[in-house]
Protein backbone atom coordinates (compact mmCIF):
# COMPACT_ATOMS: atom_id res chain seq x y z
CA UNK A 1 0.00 0.00 0.00
CA UNK A 2 1.31 3.74 -0.95
CA UNK A 3 1.73 6.14 1.75
CA UNK A 4 3.03 9.45 1.33
CA UNK A 5 3.38 11.74 4.19
CA UNK A 6 4.01 15.11 4.29
CA UNK A 7 5.23 17.38 6.87
CA UNK A 8 6.97 20.63 7.47
CA UNK A 9 3.89 23.00 7.00
CA UNK A 10 3.41 25.92 9.47
CA UNK A 11 3.07 29.97 10.01
CA UNK A 12 5.98 32.05 8.41
CA UNK A 13 6.76 35.60 7.45
CA UNK A 14 6.89 37.13 4.21
CA UNK A 15 10.44 36.59 2.82
CA UNK A 16 10.77 33.59 4.71
CA UNK A 17 11.51 30.56 4.02
CA UNK A 18 10.25 26.64 4.88
CA UNK A 19 11.18 22.81 4.10
CA UNK A 20 8.36 20.49 3.25
CA UNK A 21 8.92 16.77 3.60
CA UNK A 22 7.77 13.67 1.65
CA UNK A 23 7.92 10.19 2.90
CA UNK A 24 7.36 8.03 0.33
CA UNK A 25 6.89 3.91 1.57
CA UNK A 26 4.57 0.86 0.58
CA UNK A 27 6.75 0.43 -3.38
CA UNK A 28 10.11 1.15 -4.38
CA UNK A 29 9.56 4.53 -6.57
CA UNK A 30 12.69 4.51 -9.15
CA UNK A 31 9.93 4.66 -11.77
CA UNK A 32 8.13 7.19 -10.30
CA UNK A 33 7.47 10.99 -11.05
CA UNK A 34 7.25 12.88 -7.74
CA UNK A 35 5.56 16.48 -7.44
CA UNK A 36 4.16 18.81 -5.30
CA UNK A 37 0.85 20.62 -5.60
CA UNK A 38 -0.80 23.07 -3.61
CA UNK A 39 -4.74 24.32 -3.14
CA UNK A 40 -5.58 27.75 -1.76
CA UNK A 41 -8.99 28.54 -0.40
CA UNK A 42 -11.68 28.98 -3.23
CA UNK A 43 -8.90 27.46 -6.31
CA UNK A 44 -8.16 24.85 -7.83
CA UNK A 45 -5.21 22.47 -6.90
CA UNK A 46 -2.27 23.37 -9.55
CA UNK A 47 1.58 22.32 -9.91
CA UNK A 48 4.21 23.48 -8.20
CA UNK A 49 7.14 21.16 -8.39
CA UNK A 50 8.26 17.31 -10.38
CA UNK A 51 11.23 15.23 -9.62
CA UNK A 52 12.09 12.17 -11.71
CA UNK A 53 13.18 9.91 -8.74
CA UNK A 54 15.73 7.61 -11.42
CA UNK A 55 17.66 10.87 -12.87
CA UNK A 56 16.62 13.82 -10.56
CA UNK A 57 15.51 15.49 -13.55
CA UNK A 58 13.50 18.87 -12.39
CA UNK A 59 10.50 20.68 -13.48
CA UNK A 60 8.51 23.96 -11.93
CA UNK A 61 5.90 26.38 -11.91
CA UNK A 62 6.55 29.52 -13.45
CA UNK A 63 5.54 31.19 -10.10
CA UNK A 64 8.15 29.13 -7.92
CA UNK A 65 11.05 29.06 -10.23
CA UNK A 66 14.13 29.96 -8.52
CA UNK A 67 12.31 30.26 -5.14
CA UNK A 68 11.60 25.99 -4.45
CA UNK A 69 13.70 24.02 -5.41
CA UNK A 70 12.84 19.89 -5.49
CA UNK A 71 15.01 17.29 -4.54
CA UNK A 72 15.02 13.72 -3.03
CA UNK A 73 16.98 11.66 -0.56
CA UNK A 74 17.17 7.74 -1.89
CA UNK A 75 18.38 6.77 1.86
CA UNK A 76 15.03 8.25 3.59
CA UNK A 77 13.06 7.29 0.48
CA UNK A 78 11.55 11.29 0.74
CA UNK A 79 11.16 14.50 -1.33
CA UNK A 80 12.01 17.74 -0.17
CA UNK A 81 10.88 21.05 -0.92
CA UNK A 82 12.71 23.48 0.12
CA UNK A 83 10.54 27.09 -0.24
CA UNK A 84 12.40 30.47 0.17
CA UNK A 85 11.46 34.21 -0.05
CA UNK A 86 7.87 33.19 0.39
CA UNK A 87 5.26 35.36 -0.29
CA UNK A 88 1.44 35.74 0.84
CA UNK A 89 0.37 34.47 -2.38
CA UNK A 90 2.20 31.01 -1.31
CA UNK A 91 -0.63 30.13 1.24
CA UNK A 92 -2.21 27.03 0.54
CA UNK A 93 -2.18 23.15 1.35
CA UNK A 94 0.63 21.53 -0.46
CA UNK A 95 0.11 18.13 -1.17
CA UNK A 96 2.43 15.61 -2.49
CA UNK A 97 2.30 13.32 -5.40
CA UNK A 98 3.37 10.26 -7.06
CA UNK A 99 2.96 8.71 -10.57
CA UNK A 100 4.39 7.43 -13.50
CA UNK A 101 7.96 9.08 -14.80
CA UNK A 102 6.69 9.84 -18.33
CA UNK A 103 8.64 12.17 -20.77
CA UNK A 104 8.64 15.20 -20.05
CA UNK A 105 8.23 15.13 -16.27
CA UNK A 106 4.05 15.16 -15.94
CA UNK A 107 2.47 18.42 -14.33
CA UNK A 108 -1.06 17.87 -14.62
CA UNK A 109 -3.41 16.40 -11.80
CA UNK A 110 -4.60 13.40 -13.75
CA UNK A 111 -0.74 11.97 -14.29
CA UNK A 112 -0.81 11.55 -10.28
CA UNK A 113 -2.29 8.30 -8.95
CA UNK A 114 -1.03 8.94 -5.15
CA UNK A 115 -1.43 11.73 -3.47
CA UNK A 116 -0.38 12.35 0.82
CA UNK A 117 -3.43 14.04 3.21
CA UNK A 118 -2.02 17.53 2.46
CA UNK A 119 0.35 20.60 4.92
CA UNK A 120 -0.61 23.60 5.51
CA UNK A 121 1.56 26.78 4.61
CA UNK A 122 0.78 30.04 5.37
CA UNK A 123 2.72 32.76 4.75
CA UNK A 124 1.82 36.23 6.21
CA UNK A 125 2.33 39.64 5.08
Known amino acids: QVQLVESGGGLVQAGGSLRLSCAASGRTFSRYAMAWFRQAPGKEREFVAAIRWSSGSTTYADSVKGRFPISRDNAKNTVLLQMNSLKPEDTAVYYC??????????????????WGQGTQVTVLS
Open 97 to 114: AAGQSTWPLPTSRDSYTY
